[in-house]
């Protein structure tokens, strides 16, 4: 280590200009890179119900579906209308199924609403069943023409309450995307824009579903950036009242900066994009670099103070904190890779590129940092006895005393109470609507309207597989879809609202044939009749109104489950539900039938929260056995090992339980997984520096165990709250974000920082003084 660090300062001028040159072209690339959702990203590829998502997306429609409700205002709220059958309305109706037909990656053959020419009116005449356009291509004006559209939209089980609300007050127009082509900024302008245009003193123009939710957090990025900059900003203020110098200011959110530049420039190299759902996981590795970098300052004061020539403190700083700054950084890179085994692609490609942007932290901290110093001039501090210096030496002496005692058994009855509430955190959406926006934000509300008016905003698709061409016409598939379509309606807490199938028309067309006599709203009796009646109702609509329930060979029957909300516990509860069904209700045994699950919104929310249940556990004990692994490989002790991966363990448990806790509950995502691997590096790094420091103050300088574990608290303990707390300040304005989940994740951020601290302060020199480990005994 003597001749490493002559080598960096004696070769200082040739490292910088290549570190230099490394951090602009990483900086290019970074100009590069787009932040945007690619939506298949966000996808585990591969779970049966994708596969089956991917396969029927652009043959029933996947998950990009958006509605657009149009609601006329009560008179009591100072509209005018008492229903949308006035030609206001209904001209607002038409005008917006109009201009869906130009919107950016639109599939224009699954758009629906009574102004569409596929929605019809059916009537039976002696010459049979006439079918015409419901209100095209022309608008009813008089009160003759109205009156006659209000009955033939009351007549339609498909319209009423299909597309037009119990009360008329509300009429919906519903839009499928592309997924391959869609692009969420453009979409989401598009809609804004139409919102514009037709939101009025009389009308209200509710939006929801996934392009647009997607479309509100690409439009937040740039206040995520700002509220980023805000932190950049408290950090530095913190910073500075802690190392009272500039340098101690500056050099570690440089070190965060060229550190965020290499990270993001090798994301953009990869030809990776950056989703606004992760944008906080770069700034967590980022701050990695800040943190390591405040452990290089503060040795800095250290060796310069007692060695009064600024080269020769910072090669002691290399000697010293090198080794175990490379443990830290290696563990820290090991434990974000694991994650890389979710397969859910957005977090491979984040946490692949984030592990090279924690290598690179070495080379930013250890060696970067201090070449900066060795140009600047000398300025050496006496340590004074700062408050924070009193209260680490009287907590260092207690614990020496009997603190070691209470803390040990405190630990111990916090994990025991922390794992009793492990299996109730919530895996997926814990609330309805979104959870990443605000309650009371617009796109909550819209959803609110939505649903609680007409429940087609959370569709799950499951497919019958009917074996060969032609087998959704037969007689036996149509008993087994109807059959399932009762099962589910029974669904206990309308947790399914209604489902929608092509064959569950055949009864009221049989009843049709026959005066409408309601007597005769069943199956017929005889095969042939119900496999004809199927062809009737398959070729009433016009082209293209029935293609999301039967695909073109007539092979396939989508069955569409209306549920009540998108929660973790509806999933749940309605997927198993289906599969309890399918296990032991059907009649689909000794056939070529088969079930598919599942697509649509829900289908596609069940995929992912199925595979995070399955994940997390593994990648939360992998993190946990490569930070106990490189521990025990550093210190060569596997005492060391459990030592330092106690407070961890505990922090972890804890942090679980604040989001059970927390109201609304904080559910475990996409976007929130990445977190406990990350606060368990920064937690690692606290342990390492310090049982470092503790080797080295009994080892090389003499001193007794309990006084090492004292003088390190001061040192070590002092850089590790200089740490925590900068970060918790910084923290503090993701608070004022327009998102929920930034706030959220800002709060449970501020927990895992403050628990790592204090088990760092605390844990682990309670656990060295109980039990007076070997590895750190061993040799004098």
Sequence with gaps: MERFSDF?????????????????????????????????????????YIDVHNEVRNVFGGANQVLVMVQVKKPAKGGKYEDIFNPDTLGKIKFINDELRKFHAVDRYKIESIAHRKVRTMKMTSMGYVSEPLMWPDLPESPEALEKLRLNVYSSGRTYPGLVSMDSKNALITVDFFEEHIDYATCFKEFRELRRMMEDENHVIAIAGEPMHLGYIDYYV?????????????????????FRSKRGMLLPIVAALVSAVWGLGFLSLLGYNLDPLVLVFPFLIAAMAASHSTQVLKRYKE???KTGDNKLACKKVIQSLFVPGFAGIITDASGII?????????LQKITLSCSFWAFATVVIAMILVPIMLSYMP????????????KVLTGAGNWINRSGKYVITVASIVLFIWGCTYLNKITIGNAVPGSEVLWPFHRYNVDSFRITF????????YIILDTGKSQGAAKAKATKEVLNFARYMKQTPNNKVVFVQTLQGRIPGIHAGMRGRDPRWRFLPVDDSQTEFLFRSALQMGGPGAFDKYVDLGDRQINMVLFCRDKTADTIKQVIGRVKHYIANESTIEGTDMKYKLAGGAVGVQAGINETLTQYQLITLGLALLVVFIFCTFIFRSFVAGIIILMPLLLSNVLAFTFMVLNNPPLPLTTATLPVSSVGIGLGVDYGIYLVSRIIEEYRRNGKDLSEAVIISMGTTGKAIIY?????ICGIVFWFLSKMMFQALMGLLLAIILTLNMLGALL???????LFKPKFILAKR
Excluded: C, W
């Design 723 to 727: 740490i925590a707390t900068t970060l």
């Design 8 to 48: 960096i300062i004696e070769k200082r001028n040739i490292l910088l200009v290549i570190i230099v040159s490394i951090t602009v072209l990483f900086g290019y690339q970074a100009s590069q890179m787009e932040v945007k959702t690619i939506f298949p990203d966000l996808l585990p590829q591969g779970h049966e």
């Design 222 to 242: 740039g206040d995520i950036i700002k509220i980023l900059l805000y932190t950049i900003a408290a950090m530095m203020v913190v910073f500075f009242i802690y």
């Design 453 to 460: 008016s007409m429940p087609y905003l959370n569709p799950l």
């Design 338 to 346: 694991i994650i890389a085994v979710t397969p859910i692609a957005i």
């Design 763 to 769: 844990v682990i020199p309670s656990f060295v003084l």
């Design 378 to 389: 000398l300025k050496p501090e006496k340590p004074g006895r700062s408050l924070l210096d």
């Design 303 to 305: 060796e310069a103070a």
